[in-house]
């Protein structure tokens, strides 16, 4: 047998990789060297405040922001007597004053404000039992948190010093430190394992230790290469820290995916006696192909989170679309030149007994596992159809019943936590303190007395309307141009009783009173939280339409097909909506949680849907892609579609089953964090890449073909000129 290939950009670019390897492996070293050298040099732009939020926040948060005024980290140190005593009584007072004198002296805050200062009622709770000492940071409040260790000494020392009465502290700066303290040893636990973990299944897919290293070494130098692109492009598009998490995150599962698709053809075509050469191209031509296609899908479906128009989505899909491109690239140029160079030495490092028995295998042909399954599901394909496409509709019925929600800070991390029992213990003696409502006055001048005035009537009105407290404090710029009041509101921050706590302040107080003198927007978390979520209502639909219909479009152009991609895209679907299924059943109604050692919080967070959606729209076309692919090629080659079927997916179960193993791995190494969404994200994905790779790819794809037959490859007459252009599949055809 001779090849005869198509010139692709794939087959041109693995070619010439093949043929110059060194060129070629130099110029990719050269690559990560420049990104990272870069992105060091530059640094990373990190969203602003105002950048992270939407609508009324987000003008609230530019007002603050440009008018000069430096809002501090607020922190409160909670001071609490036993149930029965009241905290004014000498204890109380004694530990009130060391407190206030503790922080004071550390030189890291300002505005101290005693609750046994006249005025100061507001800061004694209700019970008389618990009394806040409140205080801001120095200096910039995103970096309080680096600052705040001497006054949480200073506090602990105040505490040990009155064992009789409980002494805390509580505050963005020191909330944002236990939380980055917490997070970041989790991440550093995930990296840890994943890795490990991702070759250790490599090593036993292969059976050899070079030929696991290739894959894991291309999917880390893309990494490092992209998160130096990232730094460079966030100068243009800032990101937060949502955009590194998801470069390591895909760009692990899509490197290995893609070099694993790669070395197990070239590994095929050598067993059947090709060169090494030969065996390269010819995998460059096919899986190549297969990878710049899956690689353009998944940038086309991240694509969509542009038109979200929320700055931590398109940061997420900057990330990711970097990522990818890098991956792709990487597959198409460097992995061909590594396999020409290493040549049949891929297997050295052989584990004996398993490094045997794989090669034996791959001698002896498809995987006698895989066929029997295809044989029965090929031999009754409307049954096998019924069955898959039953289970997955009801593994997603639960989603009907999906509800969102941004997540609290009490929803987000495991009740165990100091700072959350902290957190708990101020939002039972002071509700809504720890996320109060800020409204930003601007006015000519925010000390006047008609503003001062309408000021005091919003302050009298909010705590009269019994769904917001005290302490409510106002704060004024340098320039006596804007005035920030926070206004502690009923509820958690997120639940329906914050939320319409903020909508009586939005819509009755503040029109009432201070937006009679000055120009008036509503702030803070509860605040954030619903502007978020109604720009996301806003967009969803136009971002579900755009992914849904470029992905048609690609599919459609890369097979020639309309059915092919119709059915693509209804498979894809399928497993994204059992995904949303399974996580509301654990998350939301709490199945199987002391099982999995999961939390139900009663809500998905919000933005977790459209994501998933978007992301495993893109993953889940890597596994289509090269199915797929096989499939039109023994159809190319003039097998009947039953046969090129049966072939296709036999030829390609074995490299999927393997990329899925790791990509399920790699995600459900993000559930054991203890951030809830997280731990939502890495179980939606593992579920979804997991049903993707066994009940749609082995199961619901081949029937639904068998059935269709010939109609498959149907095309429109006005869309096969179009359809003509795409790159065709490489066609073997015998030697004359």
């Given at each position: 047998?001779?090849?005869?290939?198509?010139?692709?950009?794939?087959?041109?670019?693995?070619?010439?990789s093949a043929r110059h390897r060194l060129l070629a492996i130099a110029g990719w070293v050269v690559f990560i060297l420049i990104a990272n050298n870069i992105?060091?040099?530059?640094?990373?732009?990190?969203?602003?405040?105002?950048?992270?939020?939407?609508?009324?926040?987000?003008?609230?948060?530019?007002?603050?922001?440009?008018?000069?005024?430096?809002?501090?980290?607020?922190?409160?140190?909670?001071?609490?007597?036993?149930?029965?005593?009241?905290?004014?009584?000498?204890?109380?007072?004694?530990?009130?004053?060391?407190?206030?004198?503790?922080?004071?002296?550390?030189?890291?805050?300002?505005?101290?404000?005693?609750?046994?200062?006249?005025?100061?009622?507001?800061?004694?709770?209700?019970?008389?039992?618990?009394?806040?000492?409140?205080?801001?940071?120095?200096?910039?409040?995103?970096?309080?948190?680096?600052?705040?260790?001497?006054?949480?000494?200073?506090?602990?020392?105040?505490?040990?010093?009155?064992?009789?009465?409980?002494?805390?502290?509580?505050g963005s700066a020191s909330a944002t430190k236990a939380l980055n303290d917490t997070i970041g040893k989790d991440f550093s636990h995930a990296e840890a394992i994943s890795i490990p973990l991702t070759f250790g299944i490599l090593l036993v897919a292969f059976g050899a230790l070079m030929a696991a290293l290739v894959p894991l070494v291309l999917s880390l130098t893309s990494v490092v290469a992209a998160a130096g692109l990232l730094a460079l492009a966030s100068h243009a598009l800032h990101i937060d820290s949502s955009a590194n998490t998801m470069l390591l995150l895909i760009g692990l599962a899509v490197g290995v995916d893609y070099s694993l698709f790669y070395i197990r053809r070239?590994?095929?075509?050598?067993?059947?006696?090709?060169?090494?050469?030969?065996?390269?191209?010819?995998?460059?031509?096919?899986?190549?192909?297969?990878?710049?296609?899956?690689?353009?899908?998944?940038?086309?479906?991240?694509?969509?989170?542009?038109?979200?128009?929320?700055?931590?989505?398109?940061?997420?899909?900057?990330?990711t679309i970097l990522v990818v491109a890098v991956a792709v690239v990487g597959s198409l140029t460097v992995l061909p030149a590594a396999l020409?160079?290493?040549?049949?030495?891929?297997?050295?490092?052989?584990?004996?007994?398993?490094?045997?028995w794989l090669q034996a295998r791959r001698k002896s042909g498809p995987s006698r596992a895989w066929t029997w399954v295809l044989d029965r599901v090929l031999a009754r394909p409307g049954l096998s159809a019924a069955l898959a496409a039953g289970l997955l509709v009801a593994l997603a019925l639960p989603a009907l019943s999906m509800h969102t929600s941004v997540l609290g800070a009490s929803e987000e991390l495991p009740s165990d936590l100091p700072i959350m029992q902290t957190y708990a213990r101020v939002q039972h003696a002071f509700p809504g303190g720890p996320q109060p409502a800020v409204v930003v006055v601007s006015a000519s001048d925010v000390t006047s007395p008609g503003v001062e005035a309408q000021i005091a009537a919003l302050r009298r009105q909010a705590v009269a309307s019994g769904e917001m407290f005290n302490p409510v404090t106002v704060d004024v710029n340098r320039a006596h141009d804007v005035a920030a009041i926070t206004v502690p509101l009923a509820g958690d921050g997120e639940n329906g009783a914050s939320r319409h706590a903020l909508s009586t302040l939005r819509n009755r107080i503040v029109p009432g009173t201070v937006g009679r003198v000055a120009s008036v927007n509503v702030a803070g978390a509860t605040a954030a939280s619903v502007d978020f979520n109604h720009r996301l209502a806003e967009r969803a639909p136009f971002v579900f339409a755009f992914v849904l219909g470029l992905a048609f479009l690609l599919l459609m152009w890369s097979f020639g097909s309309i059915v092919i991609a119709a059915t693509g895209l209804v498979l894809n679907l399928l497993s994204v909506g059992a995904a949303y299924g399974v996580l509301v059943a654990v998350f939301q109604w709490g199945w199987g949680r002391s099982l999995l050692g999961l939390t139900s919080t009663g809500a998905i967070t919000s933005w977790l849907p459209l994501f998933l959606f978007v992301i495993l729209f893109g993953l889940s076309m890597d596994y289509h892609v090269f199915t797929v692919s096989r499939i039109k090629e023994g159809h190319d080659e003039g097998l009947p579609t039953s046969r090129a079927i049966h072939d296709g997916i036999v030829r390609s179960a074995g490299v999927i089953t393997s990329a899925a193993l790791v990509m399920v791995a790699v995600f459900l190494t993000f559930a054991t964090l203890k951030q809830t969404s997280l731990k939502q994200l890495g179980v939606g994905l593992a579920v979804a890449v997991l049903l993707d790779a066994t009940v749609v790819r082995a199961l619901l794809l081949p029937a639904t073909m068998k059935l269709l037959g010939e109609r498959n490859w149907f095309m429109p007459r006005f869309t096969k000129r179009a359809a003509s252009r795409a790159p065709e599949a490489p066609a073997l055809t015998p030697s004359p």
């Open positions: 047998m001779k090849t005869a290939t198509r010139q692709g950009i794939a087959a041109r670019a693995g070619r010439w992105g060091g040099n530059l640094g990373t732009r990190h969203l602003t405040t105002s950048e992270t939020r939407d609508g009324e926040s987000a003008a609230a948060t530019r007002t603050l922001e440009r008018s000069g005024f430096e809002r501090p980290a607020a922190e409160q140190v909670l001071v609490q007597v036993p149930p029965g005593a009241d905290v004014r009584g000498p204890a109380g007072r004694s530990a009130i004053n060391d407190a206030v004198s503790a922080v004071s002296v550390t030189g890291r805050v300002t505005d101290v404000r005693s609750p046994l200062s006249p005025g100061n009622d507001g800061q004694v709770s209700r019970d008389g039992r618990s009394a806040v000492v409140l205080f801001a940071m120095k200096g910039k409040a995103d970096k309080a948190d680096k600052r705040v260790a001497p006054v949480l000494r200073a506090v602990s020392g105040v505490a040990a010093a009155h064992p009789a009465v409980r002494v805390e502290e509580f070239q590994r095929e075509e050598r067993a059947a006696g090709r060169s090494n050469l030969e065996s390269v191209e010819i995998a460059a031509a096919t899986s190549g192909r297969s990878v710049l296609v899956s690689g353009l899908t998944v940038i086309a479906a991240m694509a969509g989170m542009f038109i979200t128009g929320q700055h931590t989505f398109m940061g997420m899909a900057e990330a020409s160079l290493l040549g049949d030495r891929l297997d050295r490092g052989r584990i004996p007994w398993l490094g045997k």
